[in-house]
Every structure is written in C-alpha cells, then in structure tokens.
C-alpha cells in the first residue's frame, strides 16, 4: 500500500472516530456518524439550519466548501469559535475531532451558545467562509476532486451526467503548474471569456508519492494536444484540435492567418480534462485487431460494459426500434446515437460485451461484427495518429503495432521513430527538435537516439467506436495525468439514476 493511501485511511479515520465522539456528547445516534452525507444530515437537523444547505452539498466543486462550513458550523455548537479552532477543524480533523469527541474537558454546548456569542454575523461567515474556501482548494488540488461526465465515449462504463470523485493520491498529488488561480475554477472565469489563472509563477512537473498508472485503470488527465487550441468551442476547441486543423488546412501559416484572434495557449493543468480507460503503459506494444486490443502479443480483458458497433441484420418487412431491441437484452438510446440505418433490413447498433453475451435474437436476426478499414466510407488514415499512410492500413479497428515510450528507453531515431515520438521528444519533453537535412539536432547536437525522460500512457475510451482517444492524438505524458477516477456518487438524466449512486469504477 502506497504512503498516501496510507495517511488517507489514517485521516479519514481520525476524522469519523472524532466524530463519532461529537455525536454521541450531541445526544445524536454515535453510528450515523459513519455514513457519508447522513452524518451531514444529522449535523444540519441538529443545529437547525435550512435543509437546504445539505442538498448544496451535491453542487459538483463547490459542495466541498459547503460540506467544511458544516463542519465548522458543528464545531462552534461545542463553543468553539475562535480562529485557532477553525483553523483545526480545516486542517486537523483528523486529530482535533477525536479531542472534541473524547476528551472530558469539551461539551457539546448546543444552539443557545451560538445565538449568544457577540461576533457579528458578517464576521462569522467571512470566517467560517475563508477557511472553509482554503480546505475545498486544499481537497481539491491533493486529495481528490469532482467529476462530471460530458460525453458518451466511456459508455457504458460511465454514462453522461455522471458525477465522479476522482482520487489525485491514486497516482501522487500533483503540484500545480500555475498556483495562481481561481478557487474552484479550471482554466476560464464564469460568465466572463477570461482566463481563471495567471502564469506569473509557473512551477515544473512535481508530483509527490509518484505512483503509476496501471494497465485497465481509468484516469482522468489534461488533454494533451490541448497546449494550443482554436478558442472556439462549437467547431474546434478539443473536438477538432489546432494541430487536426493544420493537417485539414495544409500549414500553421493558413491556421493562423484564418483565426489568429482566438488562437490561445494553456499550461499543461489548465488543459481540458479527458476521461479514458488507460489500456498501455510504458514499454508496452500496442495492437489493435479487428477491434481486439493487444497488449505485448496477449489479448486484453473484455470490460462488461465496454461496447462497439454490430450489424444487426434482420428480415426486410419486420420493425426494428428501440424498444424491440430492448426484447433482445440491447439497451441501445436514440439519444446517443447507439442506433443507426443502413441499407434495407441492416442496422448498426452500439452493444456491450455483457449484451452481446446474454443476447436473445429471434430467427432470422443476425449479429455481425463491425470493423473500421480502410475500405470503410469515410475512413482517412491522416486522422489517426501518427498521421501517415503504412502498409497495413492502419484504422481504429486496426491499429499499429507502436510501442509506448518509458522513462529510461533509448530509441534509434529513424524516420518511422521520428514521426511517431517527435511530439514527445520536442513539447512534451521541451527540446529543441531540429531536422537538417536527414540530420537530427537535439539542443543544438546531433543525435542518432534519445533516451525519454517520461511515462506514457495510451488511453482508449470504452465506447470504442465513438471515442476520441489517443488512436487518434497519441500518447498522455506522465505529468498530464490527474487522478485515478473512483466512485459515482451522483447520477442524473431525468431524474436520479439511484443503482449508480456510490458505484466504485472498474
């Protein structure tokens, strides 16, 4: 077990048996103190404040602000109100919670004293607020941080409007490349188009208790082609990047001459975050076969919930609809896009691997595989990374052989290798990558291979036919990498989706 798991458990468990203590002097149920949420429950009901404040709770980011001003609500019902005391309960819990809960000298003083104290309320709430705002950043930054699924391409593992605690000890708290910025904000200001952030004090790659990433894990992490972007969200932003527009349009020169005005920059924390299944690790060899991934020559695990496109073949006068595909074990929506026409008595529809398996089809129904090749309509090598043309035909269905670079490999720097790990060598590594007629110059010396100074990941998103990942971008360097993402602890569409709510991730 990693050091940071270790003082996690140590904290949070700090935290529940000093609260436990304070239950129980509240003349509240001691155990209620050891669900999540109910025990906020108990708190709010005890002090009398507006049920609302609970509900607050769940607002993804700020809830965490609103979950420690409880706490320190509850903390001055046992009289404590000065500065020290708030201070403690933000940054000590895990050792001032068990002195209020156990010791002989402390007592749960209740509403009355509260009402009694001459502090003014505008100071009590800039207080509680200020401490409250410096432990959420705090949580935020090193402990863990919320998460909402926007797009469909970890379906059906995780579905849109999840909500998700992602564990940033998993792989080692990370330090910020720009400490200077907005509580609770990611890269641009609410309401107004400005950055949230200033690059005055920038900090290089540090992480602490570096852990790394694991085959299967699934990992949220900056976008890494995201350094410079079109700032135009409804046609380019991460769904067509810069550089996708420089191959579509022929040059930089054209990009920039086209949309120069909002053409922007952002460090690699204030990239946008992705969400994918991390598939290959340092040093592996990647494959993709008719949909299958291999990993160094041996087939992967089928995740139950990943899914792919079939064609569903079916006599010509029956009516295939949603519902009909219900009948047949497919929960396949409309909405997103998991069924769709093709020629007369064929339909493409998005299954997953349990589907696929427990599937229940009537005669004369037929389910075929779907694969991505180069004789597909619409299939353009130059959008699959490393963007060229091979012998095999590379598609999303069939792909590489690449392996993925490790700290420490030394690689030949041929042609092939060049067009394949340049990006890494030059921005994400930070050398200047000149090419002199054949001749490879790094910083100024001529080199015939390179040693990486990086882990890199190879992420793939479990819709797999409808997933933007590194098939198509490359490689997620090591200091790109966010946290491991943990448990649902909210979903919605419509209506809560209450089988998915406290869900652990596999």
Known sequence: MSICWIIFIVCAAGWHIGMYGMFKKAGITPWKALIPFYNTWCMVEKMELKKGW??????????????????????????????????????????????????????????????????????EWIDAAAFA????????????????????????????????????????????????????????????????????????????????????????????????????????????????????????????????????????????????????????????????VFINGQPQPLFPQSQRFYVLTYPQNDYVDVDKLKSFGINARESQNDVQPMTAGHLLVNVTNQEKANLKLPAGYVLNDFIVDYKHPGYRTEELYPYYDTIHHWSVDNYGPIIIPKKGITIQLTPDNILRYQRCIEVYENNKFENKGGQIFLNGVLSAQYTFKMNYYWMMGDNRHMSLDSRYWGFVPEDHVVGKASLIWFSWEGGPRWKRLFNLIK
């Open 133 to 292: 705002i410096v432990a959420a950043t705090l949580i935020r930054t090193f402990v863990f941080e919320a998460y909402t699924i926007p797009t469909p391409s970890m379906e059906k593992t995780l579905l849109v409007n999840d909500f998700l605690f992602v564990s940033k000890f998993a792989y080692g708290p990370r330090i910020p490349n720009t400490p200077i910025a907005m509580p609770f904000v990611h890269n641009t200001m609410p309401f107004v188009p400005v950055k949230s952030y200033s690059e005055a004090i920038k900090i290089p790659y540090t992480r602490w208790f570096a852990s790394p990433v694991k085959r299967n894990d699934v990992v949220v992490f900056n976008f890494p082609v995201n350094d410079t972007l079109i700032n135009d969200e409804a046609n380019y932003g991460s769904l067509v990047t810069y550089y996708e527009a420089i191959r579509r349009m022929g040059s930089r020169e054209e990009v920039q001459k086209q949309y120069a005005n909002i053409i922007i920059t952002r460090p690699v924390d204030k990239r946008e975050n992705f969400i994918k299944r991390c598939v290959a690790i340092g040093g592996d060899e990647l494959k993709v076969v008719n949909g299958q």
């Open 54 to 123: 609970f509900f607050l709770q769940f607002i993804p980011v700020a809830g965490a602000f609103i979950t420690i001003w409880i706490t320190i609500k509850f903390v001055e019902h046992f009289g404590r109100f000065g500065v020290g005391h708030h201070a403690a309960t933000v940054f000590l819990p895990f050792i001032y919670f068990p002195y209020l809960g156990f010791s002989s000298s402390e007592r749960f003083a209740g509403k009355k004293v509260v009402d009694n104290y001459k502090k003014s309320a505008a100071r």
